[in-house]
């Protein structure tokens, strides 16, 4: 765990008019990604956790079809850098998450490693058996959009929350 004083708060936050401008918020927030990254995302149901997501995977060159993978767990993606190079995206749904010996069974440990970066939505189902994140993306409902908050949990989370 990191204390406040190793991180010094980095926190941004914004109103979204509109669908369109999560999926805007999530492109720009590609940009920042590094591999490596644990990102917990946050709101209630309908708060646009997905459509974020879907927004940072097209940000990154993803043409296909995002969906939740609230049935699933993890929904996996493959990013392109160039011919020869490319990382693992894993979105978590952690929503219909029941225990600690189904993260193990499924050998979900294994996808958070130096090579990946991982976007956790209900982050607080497994809050036993996750790494601490390195960036938390808060979303909530505000007036007829939302408001997203983005704060770092990290050094790491902080370097990246910095190029926004």
Partial sequence: MHSVN????TTKETILANEAATLACG???AIILTP????????DLGAGKTTFVRGVLHGLGHIGKVKSPTYTLVEPYVVELNAVSSYNIYHFDLYRFNSEEEWDAAGFRDYFNPQSIC?????EKAEHVLPEPDIHVQLSLF???RKIQLSA???LGKACLKKL
């Avoid at 190793?6 to 708060?9: E, G, H, K, R, Y």
């Avoid at 976007?119 to 982050?123: L, N, Q």
Wanted: hydrophobic share 40%; aromatic share 12%; glycine share 16%.
């Fill in 6 to 9: 190793d991180i010094t708060l």
């Fill in 27 to 29: 492109k720009r927030f």
């Fill in 36 to 43: 490596g990254l644990v990102v917990y995302l946050h709101g």
């Fill in 119 to 123: 976007m956790i939505e209900w982050p």
């Fill in 143 to 145: 007036k007829a959009g």
């Fill in 153 to 155: 949990g990290s050094p």
